[in-house]
């Protein structure tokens, strides 16, 4: 009697397969959410980059410190800073970058957002 050969799939296979519907799903994702996702990014990184600033030149506490200030959810946010220029950059890595200078008087104050 003939019976049939069962095809392994080796996993590989079935890891590539794995990545390809991921990779499907987020640019379905990036291509209906895109921009509201790039809009609460800027938003976000406005947010963490004024209250950087403010905790950092304001305050005087060390950048690090700075991140308890933020709101829940925000911890994929990177702050830096440049002391010279006296100003904290929020990026939220590949998406959004705002950054925020102090100067006497008004404080810190954001750039320009870019549209």
């Known amino acids: 009697m ?8 080796s996993i590989f296979t079935i ?20 921009k509201a996702i790039a809009g609460f990014a800027e938003t976000g990184t406005g947010y963490a980059a004024k209250s950087a600033c403010s905790c950092r030149h304001i305050a005087g ?4 410190s700075c991140y308890e200030d933020l709101m829940p959810g925000m911890g994929m946010i990177w702050l830096t800073e440049d002391e010279n220029a006296q100003s904290v950059t929020a990026t939220l890595p590949l998406i959004a970058s705002t950054q925020a200078t102090y100067s006497d008087g008004p404080g810190c104050v ?3 957002w870019k549209s």
Do not use: D, N, S, Y
């Open 61 to 64: 506490r060390e950048l690090g």
């Open 2 to 9: 003939a019976t049939a050969k069962q095809a392994k799939t």
């Open 15 to 34: 890891i590539l397969r794995i990545a390809l519907m991921a990779a499907l799903a987020a640019a379905l994702v990036a291509f209906f959410f895109g």
């Open 110 to 112: 954001l750039e320009p």
